[in-house]
């Protein structure tokens, strides 16, 4: 289960892998100009979910051309295949069940809101295993690019909520959040104490990319061929500054485990940029909400060969 902003239709590489949805999103009054049952699957839906999926299950070759083949060139070049780049999810044969719960505003998602799809999750696999899968859905993991401030962390609502996931037989994995570098910043449920709790890491290859990129379309008067490793010079893994971080307020350790969250590649997600603005083109973006669905995916692949 993606727990996100839905789907945006159109992405062949996502939406092959989509098993079914639901939307908890209020979007207005029902019918075709407002709420739907299916508004989880409509194309003006924001991109942040249908980027994450693609982390998970994406399996797609694509064209790339100007400033990003050049940088794919000269820090990936293992990434590119007769010239055109792969974007393999870390689980390109599982399946997607997608939950809505991010409307097309910035105002984000209530806690009530949340806490519905949770249980919403639970009760789908509860289903299935009580009907020996006749109804339902075996939900196996469950990614949670989300998260709120708490001052009770494993036991806000939302932890517990992730507890009961647990429970039902559902890892719960999900992001740190993004308002390091302090102490105690980890997001609801992130706190939780049965979740997989994500953070953020940076890749240099990723983070060269992205500042190639960045100065080749936004500030062309100061690009000029390898500023990404001039203003990345180390080679090795960093943690980026933005990235949540324990120690949680009881004294647990978070994150559990970091994943690349800078310089992510996908498709779906141009954040400030309308939704027409990045449609079936590649974006890079950053922020732990990335680097969660990575973990999702192996989590899946995991759990299947070690049951």
């Given at each position: 289960a993606v727990i996100d902003s839905g789907i945006r239709g159109g992405f062949k590489f996502v939406s092959g892998s989509v098993v079914g949805g639901i939307d908890f999103v209020d979007d207005g009054p029902p019918g075709p100009a407002g709420d739907s049952e299916a508004d989880w699957k409509q194309h003006s839906n924001d991109g942040h979910g249908?980027?994450?999926?693609?982390?998970?299950?994406?399996?797609?070759?694509?064209?790339?051309?100007?400033?990003?083949?050049?940088?794919?060139?000269?820090?990936?070049?293992s990434s590119l295949v007769d010239g055109k780049l792969s974007l393999i999810g870390t689980a390109p044969l599982a399946k997607i069940y997608v939950v809505r719960v991010f409307g097309d505003s910035s105002a984000g998602a209530s806690k009530s809101t949340i806490l519905a799809a949770m249980e919403h999750v639970i009760d789908q696999r509860a289903l299935y295993d009580?009907?020996?899968?006749?109804?339902?859905?075996?939900?196996?993991?469950?990614?949670?690019?989300?998260?709120?401030?708490?001052?009770?962390?494993?036991?806000?609502?939302?932890?517990?909520?992730?507890?009961?996931?647990?429970?039902?037989?559902?890892?719960?994995?999900?992001?740190?959040?993004?308002?390091?570098?302090?102490?105690?910043?980890?997001?609801?449920?992130?706190?939780?104490?049965?979740?997989?709790?994500?953070g953020g890491m940076s890749r240099a290859v990723n983070e060269r990319i992205l500042n190639e990129v960045f100065y080749g379309t936004d500030a062309t008067d100061q690009y000029y061929?390898?500023?990404?490793?001039?203003?990345?010079?180390?080679?090795?893994?960093?943690?980026?500054?933005?990235s949540s971080r324990g120690i949680n307020a009881d004294g647990r350790v978070d994150p559990d485990v970091v994943a690349n969250a800078v310089g992510a590649v996908g498709l779906g997600y141009c954040p400030d940029q309308s939704a027409d603005a990045c449609y079936k083109r590649i974006s890079i973006v950053s922020g732990t909400s990335f680097g969660a669905p990575i973990v999702a995916g192996i989590a899946a692949a995991l759990g299947q060969a070690v049951p």
């Open positions: 249908t980027f994450a999926a693609g982390l998970i299950v994406g399996n797609g070759i694509f064209s790339v051309n100007g400033v990003l083949k050049d940088a794919l060139q000269r820090y990936s070049p009580r009907t020996g899968g006749r109804q339902g859905i075996r939900i196996d993991v469950a990614n949670l690019s989300l998260g709120v401030r708490t001052l009770n962390p494993g036991g806000d609502l939302l932890d517990q909520a992730a507890d009961a996931m647990l429970r039902a037989g559902i890892v719960p994995v999900v992001s740190a959040g993004n308002a390091g570098p302090s102490t105690l910043t980890i997001a609801s449920p992130g706190s939780a104490r049965s979740a997989i709790t994500v061929p390898g500023i990404g490793a001039d203003l990345r010079p180390y080679a090795g893994v960093e943690v980026p500054w933005f």
